[in-house]
C-alpha cells in the first residue's frame, strides 16, 4: 500500500465522520429525537433545552462539543458513577501516553526509518508505506539505538502515567464505599448451594445455620424462588402498565407535538391522557395475595443479612463447611445489580457451564479466522490477483486499487466483528452470574481476548495460522516471526484505525439503530417512544475497542510511527463523543464500584511487554546487539512494575478492608442509623416487587400518599395481577388487560 491509498482511506473516513457529525448537529435539536439523544436526561425528569420554534435548529453547530468538553469531572460521577469516570481516565491516559509516542516517534524515530537505506525516493503521494517502519532501516545501523531510546521513553512514560491513575483511582473507589450512602450489599451476604434435607426446607435450614454459627451477628435472610415463565409474563404486563402510567403526563410530548394514541383504526389524537374515577377505583382496591403464588418453590439460595459490615464480610470470605461446595458464600451484589435468573442454577452446575462456555468461545473464534483470512486476502494485492486471475483488470485501475486495498478489508472486518459483543455477552449469561454488572464484566474480557486475538495475532500471521505454526519450531522464534510481521501489517492496522474508530465513534453519537427505531414507532406504528426505556452504556464493547487501539499503538509506535497521529485524533474524539454520549443518551443502571480498572491495567502492561518482545525480535532481526541488550533490562522492569502494582493497589479491588468497613459501623451505631439500616435491608432485596397479603395497589412501601422515589404507580400492578392469580394465572391477566381496553372505549382513558 501507498501513501495515496493511506489518503483514500482517511479521505473516505474524514468526509463520513464530517458529514454524520454536522447531521448530529442538526438532529439532536429536532424534539421528535429526544427520546434518542437525551434519554438520560428525560429518564431523569430534565427537560432539555430545545426550542422547537427557532430555526436555528436546522443549521449544523458545535455547541455539543463545548458541553461535553465543560462537564467536570465530579458532574459526570454524580451522573453517571465511577465506571463511567474510569472510562473517561482510560480515554484520558491513552491521549497522554500517544501524545508522548507520538512526538518521540513521528520526529525522532519516523525520520530514521525513512532514510534508513540509501536509495532514491519517489514522489510522497506514490511512496510506500513501507519506508516509513523499521524495514526500511537496514541491518546493523547504527541509528537503532534512537529506536530503543523511544522505546524507553514509552515505556517509562507509560508506568508513570499507569502508577497514578491506578492510585488514583483507588482513592476513588475507596471514596466510593466510604463515602456513599449506606449499602445494603455491604450487610448481605449472597448464600449458594444450601444442602438440602427432609427434616427442614432450604429457609429453615439457612436459619438454623446461621443462628447456631453466627449467632451474634446474624439478622434475618430471604430466600430465592424460582419464578419461570409466570414471572416473564408478569414482567411483560408490568411494562405495559408503566407505558400507560408515562402516558399520564408528558409536558416535553405535549409542548412539541400532539401525542400519537392509535385507536385501532385511523389512529387518533390526544394532547393528554387522564385517569378516569373508574380506574382509579380498580388501581387504589387492595387484593389478596396468595402465600403460594409468589413461592412456588424456594432455590438453595439465600440473602443472608448481618448486623455490621464486618460481620458480613467475615462470613463472606470464610469457609462455612468443610465441605467447600456446601454453605458457599459471598458478597451480594447491589440489589438492582442482582441477575435472579442466575441465583437458583446449581453451584455445582456452575464449572460446567464455565467450560462449556469457555469451549464455545474457542470454536467462535477459530470460524472467525475465515473472515479474517478473506480480509487479509483483500489486503495482499498480489495474492489477491493470483487467486482471482478475472480481477487483474479492475486491479490495474487507480482508485479500485486504493479502494480495495486501503478501504475495504477493514470494512469488511469490522461487518463480522459487530457479532462479536452480542455472542460473548450470550456466553457470559450462560456461565451463571450472579450480577448483571458481573455479567458485563465477563463479556467485557471475553470480547477483549477475542479482538486481540483475531485483528492482532491472526492479522500479524497473515490470516492463517496453521501456516505459521510450521515456520515456528520453538518459543524462541516467537519474538523474530511477530517482529517480521508486525511492520508488514502496520498499514492494514493504520486503516482499521480510520474504519473502526473513526467512523465508529461517528455512528455512536449519531445512534442510527435508536434513530430508526424511533422513526419507526412515531411515523409507522403511531405510538409514543418510552422514555423509560434508556440504554446502559456499553462497555463490554468500547473498552475492548479502546484497549485493542491502545495495544495497536504500543505495538507500531517505533516499528511504524505514522499509526500515532490517527491514534491520537481516535481518542481526542472519543472523549468527547463518549462524554457527550454519558451525560446526555446513557444511564447507569448498576454500579461495579471499578471494577474494570484492573483489567484496563493489566491489558495496557500486556501491551508494553508485547511491544518490548516484539522489539527484541526486530534488533536481533537487524543484527544490533546494543539495542537488544538494552532491552531485556526494560522488559524485566515492566514485569516488576506490575507486580508492585498488583500487590500495592489490586487488594482494594478484590474486596473491602476491615478498617473501613468497622470505622463505618462505628459511625453509624453513634449517629444511631443501624436500626433504620436494618429496617431497610428486609425490603431491600425483593425479588418481587410487592411481597404481602394485602397490598393496597396504589401505594408502595413507606409510602403513605401513593408516592415513592421508584414509581409506586408501577409497582402497584404485579399485586394487582399477583392477586387475580389464584385459579388460573395467565387467563386472569388478560382479563386484566381486556379491562383497560374496555375503559379505553368507554372513554375512561382519554
Not at 132 to 150: D, G, M, P, Q, Y
Not at 409 to 419: A, K
Not at 484 to 494: G, S
Amino acid at each position: 500500500m501507498n501513501i495515496s491509498a493511506l489518503l483514500t482511506s482517511a479521505g473516505i473516513n474524514i468526509g463520513l465522520c464530517a458529514i454524520l457529525l454536522c447531521l448530529y448537529s442538526i438532529l439532536r435539536k429536532q424534539p421528535g429525537n429526544a427520546t434518542v439523544y437525551f434519554g438520560r436526561r428525560l429518564a431523569q425528569m430534565h427537560k432539555p433545552n430545545l426550542d422547537s420554534c427557532n430555526l436555528e435548529r436546522f443549521v449544523p453547530s458545535a455547541s455539543w462539543i463545548l458541553k461535553a468538553w465543560e462537564s467536570s469531572e465530579a458532574e459526570i460521577l454524580s451522573i453517571a458513577g465511577l465506571d463511567a469516570v474510569i472510562f473517561l481516565r482510560l480515554l484520558v491516559f491513552s491521549i497522554r501516553i500517544f501524545s508522548i509516542a507520538a512526538v518521540v516517534c513521528v520526529f525522532a524515530v519516523l525520520p530514521f526509518n525513512y532514510y534508513g537505506q540509501e536509495m532514491v525516493h519517489v514522489v510522497i503521494p506514490s511512496e510506500s508505506l513501507d519506508v516509513f517502519t523499521i524495514e526500511n532501516v537496514k541491518e546493523e545501523s547504527r541509528w537503532l539505538w534512537v529506536h530503543c531510546l523511544a522505546l524507553y521513553i514509552i515505556t517509562f512514560s507509560a508506568c508513570i502515567l499507569l502508577y497514578f491513575e491506578y492510585k488514583s483511582i483507588a482513592k476513588m473507589r475507596l471514596a466510593h464505599i466510604t463515602q456513599s450512602p449506606p449499602n445494603p450489599s455491604h450487610f448481605t451476604v449472597l448464600v449458594r448451594s444450601v444442602p438440602a434435607t427432609s427434616e427442614r426446607s432450604f429457609s429453615e435450614s439457612v436459619k438454623f445455620f446461621f443462628t447456631n454459627y453466627h449467632a451474634s451477628s446474624y439478622l434475618a435472610h430471604q430466600m430465592v424462588y424460582r419464578t419461570g415463565k409466570v414471572q416473564k409474563l408478569l414482567n411483560d404486563v408490568e411494562k405495559f402498565y408503566k407505558s400507560i402510567v408515562s402516558m399520564k403526563t408528558d409536558p416535553w410530548d405535549q409542548k412539541c407535538r400532539p401525542s400519537r394514541i392509535r385507536c385501532g383504526v385511523c389512529g387518533g389524537a390526544s394532547n393528554s391522557f387522564e385517569y378516569s374515577n373508574e380506574l382509579q377505583d380498580i388501581r387504589n382496591a387492595s387484593f389478596s395475595l396468595p402465600e403460594s403464588i409468589i413461592r412456588e418453590k424456594e432455590c438453595p439460595a439465600a440473602f443472608v443479612f448481618f448486623k455490621t459490615r464486618y460481620a458480613a464480610l467475615v462470613a463472606a470470605q470464610v469457609l462455612q463447611s468443610p465441605n467447600p461446595m456446601l454453605w458457599v458464600t459471598e458478597l451480594a451484589p447491589e440489589p438492582h445489580d442482582v441477575k435472579w435468573s442466575n441465583l437458583c442454577i446449581p453451584f455445582r452446575q456452575l464449572w460446567i457451564r464455565r467450560i462449556a462456555t469457555l469451549i464455545a468461545a474457542i470454536v467462535f473464534m477459530l470460524l472467525f479466522l475465515i473472515p479474517v483470512t478473506f480480509v487479509q486476502g483483500l489486503s495482499q494485492l498480489e495474492q489477491l490477483q493470483q487467486t482471482f486471475p478475472f480481477l487483474k483488470h479492475i486491479l490495474k485501475k487507480k482508485l479500485m486499487n486504493q479502494l480495495v486495498t486501503g478501504y475495504l478489508p477493514s470494512v469488511i472486518l469490522l461487518l463480522f466483528l459487530y457479532s462479536v459483543p452480542p455472542a460473548m455477552m450470550l456466553f457470559s449469561a450462560i456461565e451463571g452470574c450472579t450480577s448483571r454488572s458481573g455479567r458485563k464484566k465477563s463479556a467485557c474480557c471475553k470480547v477483549l481476548y477475542f479482538t486481540i486475538w483475531n485483528v492482532f495475532f491472526v492479522n500479524v500471521l497473515s490470516g492463517s495460522v496453521i501456516s505459521q505454526l510450521n515456520v515456528i519450531s520453538s518459543p524462541k522464534d516467537i519474538p523474530t516471526q511477530l517482529a517480521k510481521a508486525v511492520p508488514r501489517q502496520a498499514t492494514f492496522f493504520t486503516t482499521y484505525v480510520l474504519t473502526s474508530g473513526w467512523a465508529s465513534l461517528a455512528s455512536e453519537i449519531m445512534q442510527p439503530f435508536a434513530l430508526f427505531c424511533s422513526f419507526f414507532n412515531r411515523f409507522i406504528l403511531r405510538s409514543k417512544d418510552d422514555p423509560n426505556l434508556v440504554p446502559a452504556f456499553p462497555y463490554h464493547t468500547e473498552i475492548p475497542k479502546v484497549l485493542l487501539f491502545g495495544l495497536l499503538g504500543f505495538t507500531c509506535s517505533i516499528l511504524a510511527p505514522l499509526i500515532l497521529p490517527f491514534l491520537l485524533v481516535y481518542f481526542v474524539l472519543a472523549y468527547i463523543v463518549y462524554r457527550n454520549q454519558i451525560l446526555n443518551v446513557y444511564i447507569s443502571k448498576y454500579e461495579s464500584g471499578g471494577q474494570i480498572w484492573p483489567v484496563v491495567h493489566n491489558t495496557t502492561v500486556f501491551s508494553l511487554v508485547l511491544t518490548q518482545v516484539i522489539a527484541l525480535g526486530v534488533f536481533s532481526i537487524k543484527k544490533s546487539p546494543i539495542a537488544s541488550g538494552f532491552t531485556i533490562p526494560l522488559l524485566i522492569l515492566t514485569l516488576l512494575f506490575n507486580e508492585y502494582c498488583r500487590q500495592r493497589f489490586h487488594p482494594i479491588f478484590k474486596s473491602i478492608s476491615a478498617q473501613d468497613l468497622i470505622e463505618m459501623d462505628r459511625e453509624d451505631e453513634l449517629q444511631g442509623r443501624m436500626e433504620g439500616i436494618h429496617l431497610q435491608l428486609m425490603s431491600a432485596y425483593t425479588q418481587f416487587p410487592a411481597d404481602s397479603r394485602e397490598i393496597c395497589l396504589g401505594q408502595g412501601p413507606g409510602s403513605e400518599d401513593g408516592s415513592s422515589t421508584q414509581s409506586t404507580e408501577s409497582r402497584g400492578l404485579l399485586p394487582f395481577v399477583l392477586g387475580g392469580l389464584s385459579i388460573t394465572r395467565i387467563q386472569r391477566v388478560f382479563t386484566w388487560l381486556s379491562m383497560i381496553i374496555t375503559l379505553q372505549e368507554r372513554g375512561a382513558l382519554r
